[in-house]
């Protein structure tokens, strides 16, 4: 019988494998369901997400994203200033209104492109990896982790700041995508 670990494994083959905390983690349990309602790691939930999603711009995509934007709007109070926060949520808002068939792929791929032409923010450059995540499967799982850590970076307790934002993460991911399934 094959483990849960060994489907993770087989999926990073066609591009970036799970990190090997993840596959280490995931070796207690023996389902993904079983997984998915206790992972405390939305990153590593968007990762999967992501790889299962189906095609680019695709419609099967449109949950992954919707989670994506919600994860990196959680680093929105870290934002430096107005103006960056700003360029940051008009990006998730726009990736969110994808989600619902309410913006086009070309407003998706203008909106991410306006917040990567000010990459040397850190809310904009992840707010412009939810909207890629329309076309790339593993950009959604980099929108959450860096919110984890811009909130690491402004808090006191790093570590505890950190974790609580990528279990927010993993909260808004369960209530937004079904537990996938592996084949």
Same mark, same amino acid.
């Given at each position: 019988?094959?483990? /849960?670990?060994?489907?993770?494994?087989?999926? &990073?083959?066609? &591009?970036?494998?799970?990190?090997?905390?993840?596959?280490?983690?995931?070796?207690?349990?023996?389902?993904?369901? =079983?997984?998915?309602?206790? +992972?405390?790691? &939305?990153?590593?939930?968007?990762?999967?997400? &992501?790889?299962?999603?189906?095609?680019?711009?695709?419609?099967?995509?449109?949950?992954?994203?919707?989670? =994506? =934007?919600?994860?990196?709007? /959680?680093?929105?109070?870290?934002?430096?200033?107005?103006?960056?926060?700003?360029? @940051?949520?008009?990006? +998730?808002?726009? *990736? !969110?209104?994808?989600?619902?068939?309410?913006?086009?792929?070309?407003? !998706?791929?203008?909106?991410?492109?306006?917040?990567?032409?000010?990459?040397?923010? $850190?809310?904009?450059?992840?707010?412009?990896?939810? @909207?890629? =995540?329309?076309? *790339?499967?593993?950009?959604?799982?980099?929108?959450?982790?860096?919110?984890?850590?811009?909130?690491?970076?402004? $808090? @006191?307790? @790093?570590?505890?700041?950190?974790?609580? !934002?990528?279990?927010?993460?993993?909260?808004? !991911?369960?209530?937004?995508?079904?537990?996938?399934? /592996? /084949?």
């Amino acid at each position: 019988m094959t483990h /849960l670990t060994d489907k993770l494994i087989a999926l &990073g083959e066609t &591009g970036q494998r799970p990190c090997s905390d993840a596959v280490e983690w995931c070796r207690q349990y023996d389902s993904l369901p =079983a997984a998915w309602a206790v +992972c405390q790691r &939305g990153d590593w939930m968007l990762w999967l997400a &992501g790889r299962l999603a189906g095609p680019k711009w695709s419609l099967a995509r449109r949950p992954l994203v919707r989670a =994506a =934007a919600e994860c990196a709007m /959680l680093e929105l109070p870290y934002a430096r200033d107005e103006w960056v926060a700003g360029i @940051a949520l008009a990006t +998730c808002q726009t *990736a !969110v209104a994808w989600s619902e068939g309410e913006a086009s792929d070309e407003d !998706v791929q203008d909106a991410s492109d306006a917040a990567a032409a000010d990459a040397d923010t $850190a809310a904009t450059t992840h707010a412009a990896y939810a @909207a890629y =995540a329309a076309y *790339a499967a593993d950009a959604a799982a980099y929108a959450a982790y860096v919110a984890a850590y811009a909130a690491a970076y402004a $808090a @006191a307790d @790093a570590a505890a700041a950190r974790d609580c !934002v990528l279990s927010r993460c993993a909260d808004i !991911v369960r209530a937004i995508i079904p537990c996938p399934v /592996l /084949l």
